[in-house]
């Protein structure tokens, strides 16, 4: 399992008022203290995780990273009874290990996807997470109900070593390095690959100064940042919001927060597909695309906050509102998300971790300042305060990104002379033409 539905089991297990057990008596803060301590590890290794991958390949850096997971979540019950300090220096253990998830598989896309792909991959694949959320939640909820808390762990920490298998046999780091790969896919990818940037003699030496300086780098970061705000305190406090303030039980919380989740992994697919579209055809620049899909997964999201803050306690009006913000909020699969590969594919993994360590500093920041907004006050009132600050979050960051972002490679990408940039994602030439005319004529030019 992924680390945000492994996460997901221990929001779910946490919402206060959960008395099927009666095991803990948690106070609101403590909860949040839980629930943020797996970023206290998570944030150390963004970095590093990025940059094995892209020396080393990523079947091990994230095959190892989901089995640090999967142990964890194994040993997670037993941590929790013997003290709650305990279980929180575990989740904060489970976060140093996964905070190479993300950056290595966003080194991964360099070496194996074509750039007019990757969107359409972010959505299927980084997206998952989303999908293993809406099934974690209703699962672990009828496992809570039927087996008791503890069971929860046991089976998705079970599921994630059996991942694990998989992963290990078939997995590759390099289409080069795959037995079964036929000529003409390897062709296809590694020509569409070296034509977006990523070099052939393995990344350079990091440009630490140029990275710190690059205005690009910093809209995709800012805009990274208010995301991570509005999507931490819907997915990690939802079933809390669900269960205080609709009251569903326990069974029922599980499904309507999977609900959200699910919308957000379908509207990214869609979306996704509408933006391969638009680019292949030559209807919008790389970076105007980047814009409007942008824009389309911030602002909604804010404008339907808004919406939510004043609709009172109608439930279905709510749950409606929240699937609608998260499924347009699925749209960063074609916005700020894949932009690394657009200014520095070469740093894809290093860049993303730089990105998540800043951003995952909100992670643990969201669930104490929500726990200290409603420890003890369990009112519409006091949510209310913790949905308006998500409303900021998200315009702020989504104008910098406007103002600031770029389409195009970054002169820092590469040491060495690179092929320029694909051209069909700018004109509505072809991809396999391009890669016939270069077959062809290796003096043919972009």
């Known amino acids: 399992m992924t680390p945000a539905s492994q996460d997901e089991v221990t929001s779910l297990v946490n919402t206060p008022s959960y008395d099927l057990d009666g095991e803990f008596d948690w106070s ?121 808390w503890a069971a929860a762990f046991y089976v998705t920490g079970s599921v994630s070593l059996i991942w694990c298998l998989m992963w290990f046999s078939a997995m590759h780091s390099k289409p080069a390095h795959h037995p079964r790969i036929s000529r003409e896919e390897l062709q296809y990818i590694e020509n569409a690959i070296r034509s977006s940037g990523t070099s052939s003699k393995g990344p350079p030496r990091i440009p630490w100064k140029n990275i710190a300086t690059s205005l690009p780098v910093w809209a995709i970061i800012i805009c990274d940042m208010g995301n991570t705000w509005g999507i931490s305190l819907l997915s990690k406090q939802l079933p809390t919001f669900m269960k205080n303030i609709l009251g569903f039980n326990i069974t029922m919380n599980g499904f309507l927060s999977a609900l959200p989740f699910l919308s957000r992994y379908l509207g990214g697919i869609t979306i996704s597909v509408l933006s391969r579209w638009i680019l292949k055809h030559g209807y919008l620049s790389i970076i105007n695309t980047r814009r409007v899909f942008s824009a389309i997964s911030q602002l909604v999201p804010a404008v339907m906050l808004v919406g939510l803050i004043h609709t009172g306690c109608n439930s279905v009006a709510i749950v409606a509102i929240i699937c609608i913000a998260f499924f347009f909020n699925g749209a960063v699969s074609s916005g700020h998300i894949i932009n690394h590969h657009d200014i520095a594919p070469n740093f894809s993994g290093t860049l993303y971790g730089i990105n998540n360590t800043l951003s995952s500093i909100l992670t643990f920041i969201v669930p104490v300042v929500t726990g200290v907004l409603i420890d003890g006050q369990q009112t519409l009132g006091q949510w209310r305060k913790a949905f308006w600050i998500c409303v900021p979050m998200y315009v702020v960051g989504e104008l910098f990104f406007l103002f600031f972002l770029s389409g195009t490679v970054q002169p820092w990408n590469s040491s060495e002379p690179e092929t320029p940039a694909l051209t069909p994602l700018t004109t509505t030439v072809d991809t396999s033409e391009i890669i016939q005319n270069k077959h062809d004529n290796p003096n043919y030019k972009l």
């Open 28 to 148: 609101e803060t403590l909860q949040g203290l839980v629930l943020g301590s797996f970023s206290y590890g998570y944030i150390i290794t963004q970095v590093v995780g990025g940059r094995l991958a892209e020396r080393y390949g990523a079947k091990w850096v994230f095959g190892v990273s989901i089995l640090s997971g999967g142990v964890a979540n194994l040993l997670t019950p037993t941590a929790a009874r013997l003290h709650y300090g305990v279980l929180i220096a575990l989740r904060a253990m489970q976060g140093f290990f996964q905070g190479v998830t993300w950056p290595s598989m966003h080194a991964c896309l360099a070496q194996w996807i074509p750039p007019l792909e990757r969107p359409s991959f972010v959505a299927f694949v980084y997206f998952g997470t989303a999908l293993g959320t809406a099934v974690t939640l209703p699962l672990c909820g009828l496992i809570i109900h039927t087996m008791g």
